[in-house]
């Protein structure tokens, strides 16, 4: 076969660039850059591009960007194991799948979503301590309390990531409470 009739050449490329692109969960989604933290990752990520790959400041910027990723992630995982612990393993990805298109279900739940949020944020770790708040999670909290499991995972959170003096949670996992 010519490699220009198979449509799978260069299949590694496009994965490769969704990658780079891939600023939240999902890469074809583009809505990517609609929330404020998907701009900060998105702003990192043009100015690194136009440095020169051996600079310091490449190094530096490509550092700071693959952190933001993994903390990203961790906390995405964070959430899921909760979720999948409250009972919603197949409806985990689902609850957690945020795009432009996501609306807040009651416009009565924002206040409650608001505060809920800020309750995770302050009395739990599920968010590490440099994290700002993702208006993501207010739309997933807002889902929790018309499942009416908004309290059940705070509760679950408490006990899975308790608020320690002086940082993030020790070794405990979201299975500690399985043990």
């Not at 945020?98 to 924002?110: A, E, F, P, W």
């Not at 059940?152 to 408490?158: G, L, N, V, Y």
Request: net charge negative; aromatic share 8%.
């Amino acid at each position: 076969l010519c490699s220009n009739n198979n449509p799978y050449t260069s299949f590694g490329a496009t994965l490769a660039r969704d990658e780079e692109q891939n600023l939240w969960n999902t890469p074809h989604d583009v809505t990517h850059t609609e929330a404020d933290d998907d701009r900060v990752l998105y702003n990192m990520i043009v100015v690194r591009n136009q440095l020169d790959k051996d600079s310091e400041e490449w190094q530096k910027l490509n550092y700071d960007i693959y952190t933001l990723r993994q903390t990203r992630k961790e906390v995405r995982s964070r959430w899921k194991h909760i979720l999948e612990d409250l009972g919603f393993q197949k409806e985990a990805d689902s609850l957690l799948s945020v795009t432009k298109l996501s609306i807040i279900s009651d416009s009565q739940n924002m206040s409650k979503a608001r505060d809920i949020l800020l309750k995770l944020s302050e009395e739990t770790n599920i968010f590490p301590t440099s994290w700002e708040l993702s208006e993501r999670y207010l739309f997933v909290v807002d889902r929790l309390i018309t499942l009416d499991a908004a309290d059940e995972f705070f509760k679950m959170a408490s006990a899975v990531y308790p608020k320690r003096p002086g940082g993030d949670r020790g070794d405990e996992g979201p299975r500690a409470l399985q043990s």
